[in-house]
């Protein structure tokens, strides 16, 4: 026993790394050798990211996704615009027509508007999450019951896009609520909301059908109430496709 550890010894010493990685492995056992390299390897990934990281930070700053400045590694906004937002006041109401009552988290203004075009016209997806956040830190509990309800979108933008604002937003808000999400409304035609006169938007709803069942409670979800003809819509579509209770929630809202 004695000389075979003497004879390890010395072809640790003298044989190289090969030969101490061999003896290495035939003491710990085959798999724990492996598991320790792979260990090793995946440290020397990490370590390589991190420094891939820094440089792509340093090259390319992050930049708040409301005034464009410089803001901290994974943050949406900056500190300035972050503050701004916290003293946006939140507005609950009955709702339009056909809704149990209606939630936004702050007004169409500042801040909050910055936020929906960074998500709409420039697809800064991570923006969603940060509204999703936001409606449930704030709103009342009662009000993040039910089935999460996406406002479908216009075909035309869906095609124009390759994403859906609400969508997103939904999905974000279901992940952090743990809710069930259902996308059982469907919007036909091609006459678009944005641009139009409030008594047009009214008098000309978008045309919004169930694609099944509707859940029994259903919450509607949208990125901005305007004046809550798609959501009446919506609305009406559900309770016609069996919904007893029909309540909405939206980032913002026109006032």
Not at 61 to 68: E, F, K, R, S, T
Not at 91 to 109: H, I, R, V
Not at 228 to 238: E, F, I, V
């Amino acid at each position: 026993m004695g000389a075979a550890r003497s004879s390890r010894g010395l072809a640790t010493r003298g044989g190289g790394a090969a030969d101490a990685a061999f003896e290495f492995r035939h003491e710990v056992g085959s798999e724990d050798f492996d598991c320790a390299r792979h260990a090793c390897a995946l440290a020397r990934q990490a370590r390589g990211v991190d420094v891939a990281n820094a440089v792509a930070i340093a090259l390319v700053p992050p930049l708040c996704a409301a005034c464009g400045r410089v803001c901290r590694p994974e943050a949406v906004l900056c500190n300035r615009c972050g503050r701004r937002l916290a003293r946006a006041e939140p507005f609950l109401s009955s709702g339009p027509a056909g809704l149990d009552k209606a939630w936004s988290s702050a007004p169409y203004e500042g801040v909050a508007r910055d936020l929906v075009a960074a998500l709409k016209f420039r697809r800064l997806l991570p923006v969603a999450d940060l509204m999703a956040e936001r409606i449930e830190w704030l709103a009342p509990a009662h009000m993040l019951s039910g089935t999460i309800v996406p406002v479908p979108p216009a075909p035309v933008r869906l095609r124009r896009r390759g994403f859906d604002p609400a969508g997103e937003l939904a999905g974000a808000l279901a992940e952090r609520l743990q809710a069930p999400l259902e996308c059982c409304l469907e919007r036909r035609g091609r006459r678009r909301q944005a641009g139009r006169r409030r008594a047009e938007r009214i008098g000309h709803p978008p045309r919004i059908y169930s694609t099944g069942a509707a859940p029994r409670s259903a919450l509607l979800v949208d990125d901005v109430l305007t004046t809550g003809a798609t959501l009446t819509a919506c609305a009406r579509a559900l309770r016609a496709a069996g919904s007893s209770r029909v309540v909405a929630v939206t980032f913002s809202r026109r006032l």
